[in-house]
């Protein structure tokens, strides 16, 4: 998993993120429905639950790319 992870670039989840972590952009992004319908308890249709996690798969990889990159950076800053 985490070799796919570092063949990602930032750029590329960044522009992921961007596009379809937030489309789409009228009336509210689907990630931001989403949320709010988890929070309140409506998330329960499949078609929803597979929205929250298609929407928000760009956002989960990103935040897993950058703990991963400082973890290995201070690890390397560790060794040095």
Known sequence: MFKILDQISFPTLLIACLTLGLAPFVPE??????????TSGTLSRPIDIFDLLFHGLPWLLMLMKFFRDALVKTDKDNHI
């Open 29 to 38: 992004p689907h990630i931001w429905q989403k949320l709010k319908m988890l």
